[in-house]
Nanobody, 127 residues
Framework: QVQLVESGGGLVQAGGSLRLSCAAS????????MGWFRQAPGEEREFVAG????????YYADSVKGRFTISRDNAKNTLYLQMNSLKPEDTAVYYC????????????????????WGQGTQVTVSS
């Protein structure tokens, strides 16, 4: 089992940047592929980015490609999401999630593929 705790959310103006962190504890962090998801009020939870266990394979949602960067530090048991050029439509609660399965393009965006979730951190982008 792994416990996940997100941090780094907040209020930022459009065009600004934030860096989210997800600290993992419990089982070996490098045993899990990781993902970032977000959920706006009244909306479904949607995939943002995913990264393989080693960090060698990365996927992004089209809506964030070129603006967001996912990374991980297995020595520090931490997942990151660098968010640049933020837009009001990026406003949501952001969640990190872990899966013991391999990272596949066909399944990386499916919430059911993930075994563990953090509690979320709010990101608000003002116009």
């Amino acid at each position: 089992q792994v416990q996940l705790v997100e941090s780094g959310g907040g209020l930022v103006q459009a065009g600004g940047s934030l860096r989210l962190s997800c600290a993992a504890s419990g089982r070996t962090f490098s045993s899990y592929a990781m993902g970032w998801f977000r959920q706006a009020p009244g909306e479904e939870r949607e995939f943002v980015a995913g990264i393989s266990k080693s960090g060698s394979t990365i996927y992004y949602a089209d809506s964030v490609k070129g603006r967001f960067t996912i990374s991980r530090d297995n020595a520090k048991n931490t997942l990151y999401l660098q968010m640049n050029s933020l837009k009001p439509e990026d406003t949501a609660v952001y969640y990190c999630a872990a899966t013991s399965r391999g990272l596949l393009a066909s399944t990386i965006a499916l919430t059911d593929e993930y075994d563990y979730w953090g509690q979320g951190t709010q990101v608000t982008v003002s116009s």
